[in-house]
């Protein structure tokens, strides 16, 4: 079972709102991945965390808050969001750390708009 | 830093057909691993092949296969026998270790019925 799980699929905000995007793999993975997709390119890296803590942050600004609560769940906590935020919103978890532990498995994404 | 250039954006082939969409990529590496993504309407980002840099033999998945040229830089997808559902988006994507995946910027693959 290769399955990540993204809620909701779609997502409509105001700029004053807080929402969270939420991300739940039962593969046994201890890597997860937070990415953005504007549409028509790849992804774009913004958050790695490697046994539920976070490794890589790519600079992205404060008003996304990742959390790992434990090793099969991620969310993102949304607040004070712009416009050019819309986006796909994608997850994807793998293994960590040895050979044959790089293949990312992807959930179907949050399509995010904020208006 | 690594880079991923598809420099086909646009690709269509008739049903049944074969086509390849290229890939080259960037790299002072030499064990590292290189991914093809398939995106379709649906979103979803699903993997099609994956290839370690240390194995000389090309990776094969039913219909799909690969053909990795290490010198080159070079990791083009080959689909064999075009079905409508191959219509997606194709990312080529390199990986060293390090937890980033780096992305190509897409090829767009049409079938024609």
């Known amino acids: 079972d290769t399955e990540v799980t993204q809620t909701p699929k779609h997502l409509v905000m105001g700029m004053t709102n807080k929402k969270s995007l939420k991300c739940e793999q039962h593969m046994g993975h201890r890597a997860m991945y937070w990415y953005k997709q504007k549409a028509k390119k790849p992804p774009e890296l913004m958050f790695v965390?490697?046994?539920?803590?976070?490794?890589i942050n790519e600079s992205v600004p404060s008003r996304f808050s990742p959390e790992c609560p434990n090793s099969s769940l991620l969310n993102l906590h949304l607040h004070a969001l712009q416009p050019e935020d819309s986006a796909l919103y994608l997850c994807a978890s793998s293994q960590a750390g040895g050979r044959g532990t790089d293949t990312q498995y992807f959930g179907p994404g949050t399509r995010l708009t904020v208006l | 830093a690594q880079t991923v250039t598809q420099s086909q954006p646009e690709m269509s082939v008739q049903e049944a057909e074969t086509v390849t969409l290229s890939c080259t990529y960037d790299t002072s590496e030499s064990d590292y691993y290189l991914f093809w993504y398939k995106q379709p309407p649906s979103r979803q980002m699903i993997l099609v092949i994956r290839?370690?840099?240390?194995?000389?033999q090309n990776a094969t998945e039913n219909r799909f296969s690969v053909n990795f040229q290490k010198a080159a830089k070079s990791f083009s997808l080959k689909i064999s026998d075009s079905q409508l559902g191959d219509a997606a988006m194709y990312f080529c994507a390199y990986f060293l270790g390090n937890e980033k995946l780096t992305f190509g910027t897409g090829t767009r693959l049409t079938i024609i019925p």
């Open positions: 965390y490697s046994y539920e803590k976070l490794s």
């Open positions: 290839q370690e840099a240390y194995k000389q």
